[in-house]
């Protein structure tokens, strides 16, 4: 029986990533996909003629630029546009927009409030810092504080060398940053509600936390450290979907001689003596391999892939306790038409960008209570895009793809788990609070893919269907991430390593992790990473 | 403490359209367009502002010959009034502003907790109880935050209020003809106020040239008619109107920094040690300690002094040769890099090739030997590398007697 020199359970973006660098190593790898298509979370798929919809992630700018250049996936048809900023409707009919030009950006925020336009270089600045504090860590292993190997000392030293270089200031900003709420954050700068509430929103996405919850002013970080060929801070579409990366990376590995099989769901992994040494697949089949990578979440991979015994007592109890909740659901939308916003001009360059229908961090929060309730939002949080505004791919001409990210959506209603009924009715709420701001929505829709925590496990393999793989608070993140003493990608199991958003750096489409773990799995077979380009300068 | 902030919808919505001219006209813009024959601009504090309007070096001569108009007004303006407002503004910036009496202008400089330099403008105080700052970069917060317990109010008027700067030796000549009866009363940073059209226009005896010169500001619904009295009435005396390229060949002659171009504000720079403190930029003359009480910034200052200064200074260099040492690497015996060119040309006043640098403490003193400057300069797509010696010189670079003459001379 033919023993492959590696298997990634799952073909997410990081497991292809991490794949394609295994592979180019000289190792021969195979990619297990339960599904039938590749792309995990970062897919594009056609449920009705002529659409295509970027069924779960939807806008990119995380996705490391060294990672793209690697693996040459310009060359396997990846291309990402930048789009202009964005749009928050207010309720009494007007909105605030999010320009790229940096006086009409200013312009836009004084017909709300003069000073909040001019406080924007200031909060923009402290941002600005603290991801340039940040950005060089993606690309590094998280040092293990406890650890005396001379890479780790030196990985801490670096990383103590970095903070004292902040200044003062600096230092007791990025102490703030990593654990104050984004609400409190922003009262420091802003005053309109409008405006706090669009910035608010970046702190929020993903996270099952309100934005007067401490620890979300670094998720808004999170948000702010990708960027689109070196214009840091902007998102872009990826032309064709979000599938369009991990299209490219699978044919990339596929390029280099990897293999994937699709519909070959893990059943478990099999761990003999301490050491992992292969998969067992749905229906039985054993595949062998010397070791195993998975890009399913800590929770999965660990709790559910292999036997609890097999695990030590203390590692076990904290990756049950890793906190990994599902907060969100997405509503995807085919359109024979282009909806009309009454409240934007018709030429206004926010209908190409990100739309939001929140209006206030208050209005946040309360859509946050009725999560803790065990209930969807009332009135939820929308993070709204038509990409084919750009992307003349995903739909006939004339007809759009709509993307709906939805805050806050329960993994379980009230307990219970959820039916179909309860999926129609949460998708009802969305578009109608669509069609309060667009007369004639409802009119326009031909096709309509609903999700819901539920949709997202099930497909996708997301425990609760969170979308980062565990949520970026500060006790989650670098050697913490997922669990004091295994934040390097390894496992206890031998062989066993891990290599999804579960992992530093965290969650969105970044492809970090997964290269991360090849650098580790490389290290440890004592192969060389020529081919890993080094993390581009922050200069 | 009060300011003026216009928030209703439909205010909100009238003010919408915006985004569909990213750089906003001036006052005078039917003129400069008219003018504008390179149709050469550039985005200052986003107003569309011209960079050169016919030639570079002919509209720079018109300000050393005859008489220059450069629009001023996207320079940021604001209105600061009340009963506190003197000592608001002795608070605020480094100056004694006790000392500025009504009718007078001072060219002066604020600064952060930290001491680091927030921006520098020109203050004028227009009345006892009423001051116009005028500056680079925009700073309504920072003036809102620091006016509390002041009885004070602050208002932007950068688009309400416009300027122009006429500036050469036949500056005044115009103004006289102009019909400005008295201006010729008027010494360096003096302020009056003249009829015009319906309202009335201040004029100041300052300036960006080092050369004699007024600026003029005047409620932008009159900005068009000041343009054309100054026009009409100069023609004998060779008005013409100039922008952008020749106004900093005549600044770097003075001496004078820019904002952003020769240092980088405490507000915007995000790597932190770009920040400076006056003393730094060539400003400690400002800093003011025998002003009594708390200023801000005043104890970091004070700090930096006892413990020999801080780190850097801003001086005047003058460079072998003729080619212009734009932000070439300065060095000491040709390896040690101390520094850094901010601004450079040939100056056609002194015949000298002079720059504005940023350098270590220590090589920054007058007479300082064994400064050079490597200045790469790219001929048909070939670097020439010089490396030319340089020496530390007082600035201005030049100096200019009619500036100061009162009255000023009829040239």
Redesign the interface.
């Known amino acids: 029986m033919k023993s492959w020199d590696a298997i990634v359970v799952g073909a997410g973006h990081n497991g292809l990533v991490n794949a394609c660098y295994l592979q180019r190593a000289g190792l021969d790898v195979l990619v297990v996909e339960k599904n039938e298509w590749v792309g995990g979370a970062a897919v594009s798929r056609s449920l009705t003629p002529g659409f295509l919809y970027s069924n779960c992630s939807y806008v990119c700018s995380l996705f490391r630029p060294e990672i793209m250049r690697d693996l040459e996936l310009p060359k396997f048809g990846l291309q990402v546009i930048s789009y202009e900023g964005g749009a928050v409707f207010t309720r009494d009919g007007d909105y605030l927009a999010n320009y790229r030009d940096h006086h009409a950006h200013r312009r836009e925020f004084a017909r709300f409030s003069r000073k909040d336009a001019e406080a924007y270089d200031r909060y923009a600045r402290d941002v600005t810092r603290q991801c340039r504090f940040i950005q060089p860590l993606l690309m590094r292993t998280a040092p293990d504080p406890t650890s005396l190997k001379p890479r780790d000392i030196g990985e801490l030293l670096y990383l103590g060398r970095k903070f004292a270089g902040l200044g003062a200031r600096e230092m007791a900003d990025t102490l703030r940053f990593w654990t104050m709420s984004i609400s409190d954050f922003l009262d420091e700068y802003f005053e309109t509600d409008v405006i706090k509430a669009n910035f608010a929103l970046s702190g929020i996405i993903g996270t099952a936390l309100g934005p007067m919850s401490p620890g979300t002013a670094y998720v808004l970080l999170h948000h702010y450290m990708g960027e689109v060929d070196g214009s840091v801070g902007a998102w872009g579409y990826a032309r064709g979907g979000m599938g369009a990366i991990t299209k490219a990376l699978a044919d990339s590995f596929r390029a280099s001689g990897g293999t994937i099989r699709t519909e070959a769901e893990v059943e478990r992994i099999l761990v003999g003596n301490g050491r992992a040494g292969g998969v067992v697949l749905a229906g039985g089949e054993e595949v062998r391999a010397k070791l195993v990578v998975s890009n399913a979440d800590v929770k999965r991979t660990f709790l559910k892939f292999v036997e609890e015994k097999e695990l030590p007592d203390i590692f076990l109890r904290r990756v049950k306790n890793f906190r990994m909740r599902g907060s969100s659901g997405k509503v995807n939308i085919a359109l024979d038409s282009m909806p009309e916003f009454p409240a934007l001009p018709p030429d206004s360059p926010c209908l190409r960008a990100d739309m939001h229908f929140t209006d206030s961090v208050e209005r946040m929060e309360r859509a946050y209570d009725d999560w803790k309730a065990g209930r969807w939002s009332a009135d939820p949080f929308l993070d709204m895009v038509i990409p084919t505004t750009l992307d003349p791919t995903m739909a006939p001409p004339g007809k759009h793809f709509m993307s709906c990210f939805v805050q806050y959506c329960p993994p379980k209603v009230e307990g219970r788990d959820w039916t179909d009924a309860d999926r129609d009715a949460f998708g009802e709420t969305v578009i109608s609070q669509i069609a309060d701001y667009s007369p004639g929505f409802r009119d326009r829709i031909v096709h309509m893919e609903i999700r819901t925590p539920r949709e997202l496990e099930a497909e996708v393999g997301l425990t609760e269907g969170n979308i980062f793989q565990g949520e970026l608070t500060f006790d989650q993140l670098l050697f913490n991430r997922p669990v004091p003493g295994y934040a390097q990608y390894r496992s206890p199991i031998g062989g066993l390593y891990i290599c999804g958003s579960s992992t530093h750096p965290g969650g969105g489409v970044m492809g970090a992790p997964g290269r991360n773990a090849a650098t580790e799995i490389l290290r440890d077979l004592k192969r060389g990473v020529k081919h890993m380009s080094p993390a581009h300068d922050v200069i | 403490m009060r300011?003026f902030?216009g928030?209703c919808?439909s205010?909100?919505?009238a003010?919408?359209?915006?985004?569909?001219k990213?750089?906003?006209d001036s006052p005078f813009q039917p003129r400069l367009d008219a003018l504008n024959l390179q149709q050469a601009w550039y985005?200052w504090?986003?107003y569309k502002a011209p960079s050169a309007l016919w030639d570079e070096e002919l509209e720079y001569f018109a300000i050393r010959s005859q008489a220059a108009v450069f629009d001023i007004s996207p320079m940021v303006k604001y209105r600061i009034e009340g009963e506190d407002a003197e000592a608001f503004l002795d608070r605020l910036t480094l100056r004694d502003v006790t000392k500025l009496k009504p009718g007078r202008v001072h060219y002066t400089a604020w600064c952060d907790d930290?001491g680091f330099v927030l921006d520098d403008g020109t203050l004028f105080r227009l009345s006892p109880t009423r001051f116009r700052l005028c500056c680079q970069?925009?700073?309504?917060?920072w003036l809102?935050d620091s006016a509390p317990g002041f009885e004070v109010e602050i208002e932007?008027e950068t688009e309400t209020v416009a300027g122009l700067a006429l500036q050469g030796p036949t500056s005044w000549s115009v103004l006289n003809a102009a019909g400005f009866a008295g201006s010729e009363k008027l010494k360096p940073f003096d302020i009056a106020s003249f009829p015009h059209a319906d309202g009335e226009v201040t004029i100041s005896r300052t300036g960006f040239t080092g050369d004699l010169g007024y600026e003029l500001f005047v409620d932008a619904k009159n900005a068009l008619p000041l343009w054309d009295r100054l026009f009409e009435a100069g023609k004998l005396f060779g008005v013409r109107a100039i922008g952008y390229h020749a106004l900093n060949t005549a600044r770097i002659e003075a001496g004078l920094i820019v904002a952003n171009a020769d240092f980088v504000t405490a507000?915007?720079?995000?790597r932190?040690?770009r920040v400076r403190m006056p003393d730094e930029i060539g400003l400690g003359f400002m800093v003011d300690l025998k002003k009594p009480g708390y200023f801000n910034g005043r104890h970091a200052i004070e700090n930096a002094r006892k413990k020999g200064g801080p780190a850097h200074v801003l001086v005047g260099l003058e460079i072998e040769g003729n080619v212009p040492a734009e932000h070439a690497i300065v060095y000491h015996r040709k390896t040690r890099e101390v520094g850094l060119v901010s601004a450079a040309i040939w100056s056609p006043l002194a015949k000298r090739n002079i720059a504005i640098v940023s350098l270590q403490r220590d090589y920054g003193k007058d007479g300082t030997a064994d400064l050079w400057v490597e200045i790469y300069a790219m001929r048909e797509l070939q670097y020439v590398r010089l490396m030319k010696r340089a020496k530390v010189v007082p600035r201005p670079f030049v100096k200019l007697d009619r500036r100061a003459a009162t009255p000023p001379g009829a040239f």
């Open positions: 300011h902030d928030k919808l205010t909100r919505r003010l919408q359209p915006h985004f569909r990213l750089k906003l985005d504090a986003g930290d970069e925009r700073h309504l917060p809102l932007e507000e915007h720079a995000i932190q040690d």
